[in-house]
């Protein structure tokens, strides 16, 4: 977490975030970097922080691992398939999506996400598009132009004027497009 930008480190943190530092502290004590009480002592720091920046002072002092590449642009291609990713995947400065006869579903909840706008273009045919949103962020998709479907945001209340925004472009033709956060409940999230 070397570095934080002033929006990443304003965002708020899911579990999944909370669960990788845990491992970097765990991986810093088995290479003797802490003591086990340090250890202790910066869990449950972690476990308590609701911010990035409130667990960079737990891991300032260890060594980072090195960055992926972010690179600028990447097209996903899919025919007759189902197109997705999620996860901790490192999301680029722009997405061009281009499926026919399957179904696409970008979950950007626990992404790596290093601009404050990132781009979607899509050009999708017989297929229905989800789109899941990390906490805080917003959409703009007005100029997705849709043929034989349907366009639904389903913006969270309070959820305006997050740090990051994306907009999504292009073509959505016999199926639906979905704008939406992510579902939870009790334990599950989807």
């Known amino acids: 977490m070397s570095e934080l930008s002033p929006q990443r480190r304003e965002l708020r ?12 502290l765990n991986a810093a004590v088995g290479e003797g970097r802490i003591t086990l009480a ?3 002592e910066r869990v449950a720091g972690v476990l308590a922080a ?19 590449p972010v690179r600028d642009v990447i097209e996903l291609k899919s025919m007759a398939s189902t ?6 995947w490192t999301v680029p400065r722009r997405l061009v999506v ?12 626990d992404a790596l996400i290093s601009f404050p706008v990132v781009e979607i273009h899509l050009d999708v045919l017989a297929g229905t598009t989800v789109i899941v949103l990390p906490v805080g962020a917003t ?27 994306f907009v999504v472009t292009g073509r959505q033709r016999m199926g639906d497009l979905v704008v939406r956060h992510q579902y939870r409940f009790w334990r599950w999230r989807w």
């Open 83 to 88: 197109l997705s990713r999620s996860g901790a």
């Open 98 to 109: 281009r499926n026919s006869a399957g179904s696409v579903k970008l979950d950007f909840t």
């Open 139 to 165: 959409v703009d998709a007005s100029e997705v132009h849709t043929m034989a479907g349907s366009l639904k945001i389903r913006q969270q209340i309070g959820e305006h004027g997050g740090n990051i925004h």
């Open 50 to 68: 609701r911010t990035f920046g409130e667990v960079e002072p737990y891991l300032a002092d260890l060594p980072q691992p090195p960055a992926p």
């Open 13 to 24: 943190m899911a579990d999944a975030d909370r669960e990788r530092v845990v491992q970097m």
């Open 38 to 40: 340090e250890f202790e």
